[in-house]
Every structure is written in C-alpha cells, then in structure tokens.
Nanobody
Framework: QVQLVESGGGLVQAGGSLRLSCAASGRTISIYTMGWFRQAPGKEREFVAAISWVGSTTNTADSVKGRFTASRDNAKNTAYLQMNSLKPEDTAVYYC?????????????????WGQGTQVTVSS
C-alpha cells in the first residue's frame, strides 16, 4: 500500500511558477511510475505528466508541454511537478498517482494509488 500526499499548490499570477510535491509513504516509490493529473471545475480529470520509475522516460500532455516538467527523487520518496509560465486555464485540483510497472501511462485507470489533490489557482 502506498499513501500519497500532494503539497505546493496555491494562488499565483499568470506567468508565474509553482512546484508541486508528492510525498509517498508506506512503500518506496522507486518501483512505481508516478503520474500527475488535474481536474478543473466542471471538467473531467485529465492527464498532465508522468515519469518512469528510473526517471528516464517522461510523458507530458500537449497542453502543458514545454511549461511543465515531472521529476522524482527516489531517495526522498517524492515526485515533483514543476509548473512554469502558468496560465489561468491551468487552474485545477492537481493529483499525483502511482502505478506499478515501467509503462508511462496516460490513462487514469492504469494507476493504483492516488493522493487527495492540491488546488492550483492562476489569476489573470
């Protein structure tokens, strides 16, 4: 069993940056692919980014490519989402998730464990 806790969300102006953290407990995340998803008000939850367990493979949604970067520090049992050049349309609750195996999946149902989410609000 893996417990995930996100932090780092908040209110930021357009063009600003935030770094989200996802701290894992229960088991080491070194063997899990870590994913990031978001859900805006009135919309379905969508894939944002994911990183393989060794950090050598990443996948990023087209809507955030070039602005968001997923990373991880297995020694700290923590995954990160660096978000730069934020836009108002990035406003959402952001979730981290973990899945077993090396495949860097974009589908939500591929992930086994989820955090509770952290709110990111980008003002114009």
């Amino acid at each position: 069993q893996v417990q995930l806790v996100e932090s780092g969300g908040g209110l930021v102006q357009a063009g600003g940056s935030l770094r989200l953290s996802c701290a894992a407990s229960g088991r080491t995340i070194s063997i899990y692919t870590m994913g990031w998803f978001r859900q805006a008000p009135g919309k379905e939850r969508e894939f944002v980014a994911a990183i393989s367990w060794v950090g050598s493979t990443t996948n990023t949604a087209d809507s955030v490519k070039g602005r968001f970067t997923a990373s991880r520090d297995n020694a700290k049992n923590t995954a990160y989402l660096q978000m730069n050049s934020l836009k108002p349309e990035d406003t959402a609750v952001y979730y981290c998730a973990a899945k077993k195996g090396m495949a860097v999946a974009t589908q939500q149902d591929a992930y086994d464990y989820w955090g509770q989410g952290t709110q990111v609000t980008v003002s114009s």
